[in-house]
């Protein structure tokens, strides 16, 4: 299992995040009043890892704002299908009058040209005498043929349709078959999911996702009246620096570990400080891609140098001698506070001071 530090720290990383400014804060916290847990935009579900499914936890949104967000996406599509409807019957009518008439136009050459085509025709069978008697016996040798070919082709074309009827037939018993199975695959998923999420355990996450971050830059939310929030600090701490100083400070405000990484932290950072600064600063926040090592890496580069370990750094045993030393000293000056010498026994203290 987690331990509670885990839990809360995998929360914090997955699911927190900064509002924009204080005056958002307060809307948040209104509409977190006014509206049900469970159907808040901002209320999430982290499912806590089982060690079986799953050996990390994660996020999901509750199944009320789930239910909710996926009507509201429903309603938005059918409602843009609405429109592409009405924009595509509209552009069909434009067209219509657009092409109307040219249409009237082209309609009347082509009847004259059919006109023209059948009187010609006419024209050449008047001409020819014998015209009938060759229609009525082509006609005749051409049924003759039919007749014949239709005895002949009777049984193939029983056999044909006999096999495309059976053809069609497994085809469609092959796609019941296949719906059916999909259904009851559906089903053992659906099963399946509905008794993971009755055995999971998740934490209801809701305000606190952006009410426990919020502390760093008005901890007076908790009672720390006298404290000052993160952008009044840096704002204090720069001002309290030299005056040539100053410029360069509020251009270069770099964010370093892990609670940097929230969502809108660099953005509230920026907007606070260049609140409060003097109107003639340039203020510059810079969060680096791995804030989390950055500090670190600019001590590992500073102690690679060789003129920093040779000026300033010293080795175990020179360590240890001055050490020695030290120890030394201090007993000498202890021993000189009390009126006696490095080498003298109880014997000798007394005579001396009564010399003294």
């Known amino acids: 299992m987690m331990d509670d530090f885990a839990i809360v720290n995998s929360v914090k990383e997955d699911t927190c995040f900064i509002s924009p400014k204080r005056t958002d804060f307060d809307e948040f916290m209104l509409y977190a009043r006014q509206t049900k847990k469970g159907l808040r935009s901002f209320d999430r579900d982290f499912v806590l890892p089982d060690f079986v499914h799953s050996f ?7 199944a009320l704002l789930r239910r909710k967000m996926e009507w509201e996406e429903r309603q938005r599509e059918k409602k843009r299908k609405e429109e592409e409807e009405k924009q595509k019957k509209a552009t069909e009518g434009e067209k219509g009058a657009d092409t109307s008439g040219t249409i009237a136009e082209d309609n009347i050459p082509a009847t004259s040209k059919e006109e023209d085509a059948e009187k010609n025709k006419t024209e050449a069978a008047e001409k020819d005498e014998n015209y009938d008697e060759k229609c009525d016996a082509s006609k ?11 005895d002949d082709d009777d049984g193939s074309d029983s056999d044909d349709n006999s096999d495309e009827e059976d053809e069609k037939t497994k085809q469609q018993k092959k796609k019941e078959n296949l719906l059916r199975l999909q259904k009851q695959r559906q089903k053992e998923i659906e099963r399946a999911k509905y008794i993971q999420e009755q055995e999971q355990q998740s934490l209801e996450i809701s305000v606190e996702r952006f009410t426990i971050p919020e502390i760093i830059f008005t901890p007076s939310y908790i009672g720390l009246v006298n404290s000052c929030g993160l952008g009044e600090a840096i704002v204090q701490s720069i001002q309290s620096c030299d005056a040539e100083l100053r410029a360069a400070l509020y251009h270069n405000i770099v964010l370093t570990g892990g609670t940097v990484l929230l969502p809108g932290f660099k953005e509230r950072v920026e907007m606070e400080v260049r609140s409060l600064a003097p109107d003639n600063y340039v203020v510059r926040v810079f969060l680096p891609e791995d804030p989390v090592h950055f500090a670190w890496k600019g001590a590992h580069e500073l102690v690679r140098q060789k003129e920093f370990l040779d000026e300033s750094c010293m080795s175990k045993k020179q360590w240890e001698v001055s050490k020695e030393m030290d120890t030394t000293t201090n007993q000498q000056a202890k021993t000189a506070d009390d009126g006696v010498s490095p080498g003298l026994g109880k014997s000798e203290k007394e005579v001396g001071l009564i010399i003294m």
């Open 140 to 150: 005749n040798d051409d049924h003759d043929d039919k007749d014949n070919n239709n």
């Open 56 to 62: 990390q936890g994660k996020v999901e949104l509750p």
